[in-house]
T-cell receptor
Framework: TQLLEQSPQFLSIQEGENLTVYCNSSSVFSSLQWYRQEPGEGPVLLVTVVTGGEVKKLKRLTFQFGDARKDSSLHITAAQPGDTGLYLCAGAGQAGTALIFGKGTTLSVSS | GAGVSQSPRYKVAKRGQDVALRCDPISGHVSLFWYQQALGQGPEFLTYFQNEAQLDKSGLPSDRFFAERPEGSVSTLKIQRTQQEDSAVYLC??????????FGPGTRLLVL
Protein backbone atom coordinates (compact mmCIF):
# COMPACT_ATOMS: atom_id res chain seq x y z
CA THR A 1 0.00 0.00 0.00
CA GLN A 2 1.35 3.37 -1.00
CA LEU A 3 1.39 5.93 1.78
CA LEU A 4 2.32 9.59 1.87
CA GLU A 5 3.47 11.04 5.17
CA GLN A 6 3.16 14.78 5.58
CA SER A 7 4.86 16.85 8.23
CA PRO A 8 4.26 18.88 10.20
CA GLN A 9 0.57 18.21 10.70
CA PHE A 10 -0.05 21.69 12.12
CA LEU A 11 1.91 24.89 11.72
CA SER A 12 1.12 28.26 13.27
CA ILE A 13 3.41 31.13 12.33
CA GLN A 14 3.59 34.89 12.16
CA GLU A 15 3.30 36.89 8.96
CA GLY A 16 6.68 37.23 7.26
CA GLU A 17 8.12 33.93 8.47
CA ASN A 18 9.33 31.18 6.16
CA LEU A 19 8.16 27.58 6.37
CA THR A 20 8.66 24.19 4.77
CA VAL A 21 6.20 21.33 4.52
CA TYR A 22 7.43 17.82 3.76
CA CYS A 23 5.82 14.92 1.97
CA ASN A 24 7.55 11.54 2.16
CA SER A 25 6.89 8.03 0.94
CA SER A 26 8.64 4.72 0.54
CA SER A 27 6.99 4.37 -2.86
CA VAL A 28 7.90 5.90 -6.20
CA PHE A 29 5.27 8.08 -7.85
CA SER A 30 4.93 9.13 -11.46
CA SER A 31 4.23 12.62 -10.23
CA LEU A 32 3.43 14.51 -7.05
CA GLN A 33 0.87 17.24 -6.75
CA TRP A 34 0.33 19.90 -4.14
CA TYR A 35 -3.14 21.19 -3.36
CA ARG A 36 -4.44 23.92 -1.08
CA GLN A 37 -7.85 23.56 0.48
CA GLU A 38 -9.80 26.27 2.27
CA PRO A 39 -12.62 25.53 4.71
CA GLY A 40 -15.81 24.57 2.95
CA GLU A 41 -14.14 24.14 -0.43
CA GLY A 42 -12.54 21.38 -2.45
CA PRO A 43 -8.77 21.09 -2.95
CA VAL A 44 -7.30 23.41 -5.58
CA LEU A 45 -4.24 22.26 -7.51
CA LEU A 46 -1.13 24.41 -6.96
CA VAL A 47 1.48 22.48 -8.90
CA THR A 48 2.43 19.12 -10.38
CA VAL A 49 6.03 17.92 -10.28
CA VAL A 50 6.99 15.11 -12.60
CA THR A 51 10.75 14.83 -12.99
CA GLY A 52 13.06 13.71 -10.19
CA GLY A 53 14.94 16.71 -8.81
CA GLU A 54 12.49 19.14 -10.38
CA VAL A 55 12.00 22.53 -8.74
CA LYS A 56 9.02 24.74 -9.53
CA LYS A 57 8.31 28.21 -8.24
CA LEU A 58 4.93 29.84 -7.94
CA LYS A 59 5.43 33.37 -6.61
CA ARG A 60 6.47 32.86 -2.96
CA LEU A 61 5.99 29.09 -3.12
CA THR A 62 8.80 26.73 -4.11
CA PHE A 63 8.09 23.06 -4.79
CA GLN A 64 10.71 20.36 -5.08
CA PHE A 65 10.45 16.72 -6.16
CA GLY A 66 13.05 14.37 -4.74
CA ASP A 67 15.59 12.75 -7.06
CA ALA A 68 14.09 9.32 -6.44
CA ARG A 69 10.51 10.63 -6.90
CA LYS A 70 9.53 9.45 -3.44
CA ASP A 71 9.37 12.76 -1.61
CA SER A 72 8.56 16.40 -2.10
CA SER A 73 8.68 19.66 -0.22
CA LEU A 74 6.81 22.93 -0.30
CA HIS A 75 8.61 26.06 0.90
CA ILE A 76 6.76 29.32 1.48
CA THR A 77 8.76 32.53 1.78
CA ALA A 78 7.45 35.46 3.79
CA ALA A 79 4.13 33.83 4.64
CA GLN A 80 0.99 35.97 4.56
CA PRO A 81 -2.39 35.49 6.27
CA GLY A 82 -3.84 34.62 2.87
CA ASP A 83 -1.65 31.51 2.82
CA THR A 84 -3.71 30.02 5.65
CA GLY A 85 -5.27 26.70 4.72
CA LEU A 86 -4.82 22.96 4.47
CA TYR A 87 -1.94 21.94 2.22
CA LEU A 88 -2.17 18.46 0.72
CA CYS A 89 0.34 16.47 -1.25
CA ALA A 90 -0.92 13.74 -3.54
CA GLY A 91 0.94 11.05 -5.43
CA ALA A 92 -0.08 9.77 -8.82
CA GLY A 93 0.71 6.22 -9.81
CA GLN A 94 -0.41 4.47 -12.94
CA ALA A 95 -2.85 6.04 -15.37
CA GLY A 96 -6.43 5.52 -14.32
CA THR A 97 -5.62 5.09 -10.66
CA ALA A 98 -6.69 7.45 -7.94
CA LEU A 99 -4.44 9.98 -6.28
CA ILE A 100 -2.95 8.97 -2.94
CA PHE A 101 -3.24 11.89 -0.55
CA GLY A 102 -1.25 12.70 2.54
CA LYS A 103 -3.13 13.71 5.69
CA GLY A 104 -2.33 17.35 5.08
CA THR A 105 -0.65 20.24 6.86
CA THR A 106 -2.89 22.84 8.44
CA LEU A 107 -1.16 26.21 8.17
CA SER A 108 -2.25 29.26 10.13
CA VAL A 109 -0.54 32.57 9.45
CA SER A 110 -1.39 35.41 11.80
CA SER A 111 -0.73 39.08 11.21
CA GLY B 1 -16.34 27.36 -18.20
CA ALA B 2 -18.02 26.01 -15.12
CA GLY B 3 -16.08 23.89 -12.71
CA VAL B 4 -17.16 20.73 -10.97
CA SER B 5 -20.38 21.22 -9.04
CA GLN B 6 -21.83 19.08 -6.29
CA SER B 7 -25.20 19.00 -4.61
CA PRO B 8 -26.39 19.26 -2.00
CA ARG B 9 -23.58 21.20 -0.34
CA TYR B 10 -24.79 20.11 3.09
CA LYS B 11 -26.85 17.13 4.11
CA VAL B 12 -28.05 16.13 7.55
CA ALA B 13 -29.42 12.61 7.72
CA LYS B 14 -30.84 10.51 10.49
CA ARG B 15 -29.09 7.21 11.10
CA GLY B 16 -30.61 4.60 8.84
CA GLN B 17 -31.73 7.06 6.18
CA ASP B 18 -30.62 6.71 2.55
CA VAL B 19 -28.84 9.65 0.89
CA ALA B 20 -27.88 10.51 -2.68
CA LEU B 21 -25.06 12.89 -3.53
CA ARG B 22 -24.74 14.37 -7.00
CA CYS B 23 -21.69 15.40 -9.00
CA ASP B 24 -21.72 17.42 -12.21
CA PRO B 25 -18.24 17.16 -13.75
CA ILE B 26 -16.61 19.61 -16.11
CA SER B 27 -18.12 19.13 -19.55
CA GLY B 28 -16.10 16.72 -21.66
CA HIS B 29 -14.16 15.22 -18.78
CA VAL B 30 -14.01 11.50 -19.27
CA SER B 31 -12.76 10.46 -15.85
CA LEU B 32 -14.58 11.03 -12.58
CA PHE B 33 -13.43 10.18 -9.06
CA TRP B 34 -15.20 10.14 -5.70
CA TYR B 35 -13.26 10.71 -2.48
CA GLN B 36 -14.21 10.75 1.20
CA GLN B 37 -12.55 13.29 3.47
CA ALA B 38 -12.76 13.07 7.24
CA LEU B 39 -12.35 16.24 9.28
CA GLY B 40 -8.73 17.44 9.22
CA GLN B 41 -7.60 14.59 6.98
CA GLY B 42 -6.68 14.15 3.35
CA PRO B 43 -9.20 12.77 0.85
CA GLU B 44 -9.41 9.00 0.49
CA PHE B 45 -10.36 7.31 -2.76
CA LEU B 46 -13.78 5.70 -3.06
CA THR B 47 -14.41 4.92 -6.72
CA TYR B 48 -13.46 5.85 -10.30
CA PHE B 49 -15.40 6.08 -13.57
CA GLN B 50 -14.19 6.34 -17.10
CA ASN B 51 -17.21 7.50 -19.07
CA GLU B 52 -20.05 5.32 -17.78
CA ALA B 53 -17.83 2.42 -16.76
CA GLN B 54 -16.96 2.05 -13.11
CA LEU B 55 -13.38 0.84 -13.38
CA ASP B 56 -12.41 0.79 -9.73
CA LYS B 57 -14.62 0.64 -6.66
CA SER B 58 -12.07 -0.77 -4.30
CA GLY B 59 -12.30 2.22 -1.95
CA LEU B 60 -15.99 1.92 -1.17
CA PRO B 61 -16.09 1.13 2.56
CA SER B 62 -19.09 -1.19 2.51
CA ASP B 63 -21.86 -2.54 0.32
CA ARG B 64 -24.03 0.31 1.61
CA PHE B 65 -22.13 2.59 -0.76
CA PHE B 66 -23.08 2.60 -4.42
CA ALA B 67 -22.07 4.92 -7.25
CA GLU B 68 -23.29 5.27 -10.81
CA ARG B 69 -22.67 7.39 -13.88
CA PRO B 70 -25.21 6.01 -16.37
CA GLU B 71 -24.63 8.44 -19.25
CA GLY B 72 -20.98 9.16 -18.67
CA SER B 73 -21.57 12.64 -17.30
CA VAL B 74 -23.41 13.26 -14.02
CA SER B 75 -22.58 10.84 -11.23
CA THR B 76 -24.47 9.93 -8.08
CA LEU B 77 -23.03 8.46 -4.92
CA LYS B 78 -25.67 6.71 -2.86
CA ILE B 79 -25.30 5.64 0.74
CA GLN B 80 -27.91 3.30 2.12
CA ARG B 81 -28.82 2.96 5.79
CA THR B 82 -26.40 5.73 6.81
CA GLN B 83 -24.32 5.30 9.94
CA GLN B 84 -22.62 7.93 12.07
CA GLU B 85 -19.22 6.89 10.77
CA ASP B 86 -20.36 7.93 7.28
CA SER B 87 -20.23 11.58 8.38
CA ALA B 88 -17.58 13.23 6.21
CA VAL B 89 -17.08 15.47 3.21
CA TYR B 90 -17.63 13.67 -0.08
CA LEU B 91 -15.56 15.14 -2.90
CA CYS B 92 -15.95 14.59 -6.60
CA UNK B 93 -13.16 15.27 -9.09
CA UNK B 94 -13.11 15.13 -12.87
CA UNK B 95 -10.26 15.13 -15.34
CA UNK B 96 -9.13 14.58 -18.89
CA UNK B 97 -5.62 13.97 -17.66
CA UNK B 98 -5.42 11.35 -14.95
CA UNK B 99 -2.91 13.47 -13.07
CA UNK B 100 -4.67 16.83 -13.00
CA UNK B 101 -7.95 16.38 -11.18
CA UNK B 102 -10.36 19.24 -10.67
CA PHE B 103 -12.33 19.02 -7.46
CA GLY B 104 -15.81 20.16 -6.64
CA PRO B 105 -16.64 21.94 -3.37
CA GLY B 106 -17.83 18.74 -1.73
CA THR B 107 -20.95 17.63 0.07
CA ARG B 108 -20.77 17.76 3.84
CA LEU B 109 -22.74 14.84 5.24
CA LEU B 110 -23.66 14.70 8.90
CA VAL B 111 -25.39 11.59 10.16
CA LEU B 112 -27.14 11.98 13.50
Amino acid sequence: TQLLEQSPQFLSIQEGENLTVYCNSSSVFSSLQWYRQEPGEGPVLLVTVVTGGEVKKLKRLTFQFGDARKDSSLHITAAQPGDTGLYLCAGAGQAGTALIFGKGTTLSVSS
Amino acid sequence: GAGVSQSPRYKVAKRGQDVALRCDPISGHVSLFWYQQALGQGPEFLTYFQNEAQLDKSGLPSDRFFAERPEGSVSTLKIQRTQQEDSAVYLCASTTSWETQYFGPGTRLLVL
